[in-house]
Every structure is written in C-alpha cells, then in structure tokens.
Nanobody, 119 residues
Framework: QVQLVESGGGLVQAGGSLRLSCAAS????????MGWFRQAPGKEREFVAS????????LYADSVKGRFTISRDNAKNTVYLQMNRLKPEDTAVYYC????????????WGQGTQVTVSS
C-alpha cells in the first residue's frame, strides 16, 4: 500500500504562486507515474498534470499549461506542483495520485490540500 500526503496549499491572491508537495511512502516510488488532480466546489475532479517515472515528461491540462510545472525528486519520494500566475478559477482541493507504470488508472490518492485564490 502506498500512502500519499500533500502539503503546501493555502490562500493566495490572484497572480501569486504556490508550490504543492506530495510525499509518498514505498520503496519503488521511482517506478510510479504521479499526477495532480483538482476538484472545485460543485464540479467533478479534473486532471491537472502528470509526470513519468524519470521526470523527463510532464503532461498538463490546457487550463494550466504554461503556468504550472510538475516535477519529482525520486531520492525524496516527493512530487511537486509549482503553480504560478494563479487565477481565482484555480481554487480547488488538489489531490496527488500515483500508479504503477503498468496500470491505466491511478491506484493511490492523497487526502487533498485546499488552494484558494482570491481576486
């Protein structure tokens, strides 16, 4: 079983930045695909970004492309989401997720961290 713990959420003004972190348990973290998702009030959870096992490839939702950057440090079992030029519509609970390379769906989820962007 893999446990994921997010941190770094908070309240920020529009145009500001935040960096989310997700610490993972498990000795094979470097073999996981990691992702970030978010869920705003009254909306379904949506994909934000993902990163491959080596950190060489990141994928992004169109709504965050050019503003958010996903990265990982396999030595620290941690994945990050750097969020710049935040907008009020980025307000949501952000979830970290992970899956083995061989899985299609994400098997493990964190508890979520709240990000609130004020206008």
């Amino acid at each position: 079983q893999v446990q994921l713990v997010e941190s770094g959420g908070g309240l920020v003004q529009a145009g500001g930045s935040l960096r989310l972190s997700c610490a993972a348990s498990g000795r094979t973290f470097s073999s996981y695909v990691m992702g970030w998702f978010r869920q705003a009030p009254g909306k379904e959870r949506e994909f934000v970004a993902s990163i491959n096992w080596s950190g060489s490839t990141g994928l992004y939702a169109d709504s965050v492309k050019g503003r958010f950057t996903i990265s990982r440090d396999n030595a620290k079992n941690t994945v990050y989401l750097q969020m710049n030029r935040l907008k009020p519509e980025d307000t949501a609970v952000y979830y970290c997720a992970g899956r083995p390379i061989t899985s299609r769906g994400y098997d493990w989820w964190g508890q979520g961290t709240q990000v609130t962007v004020s206008s």
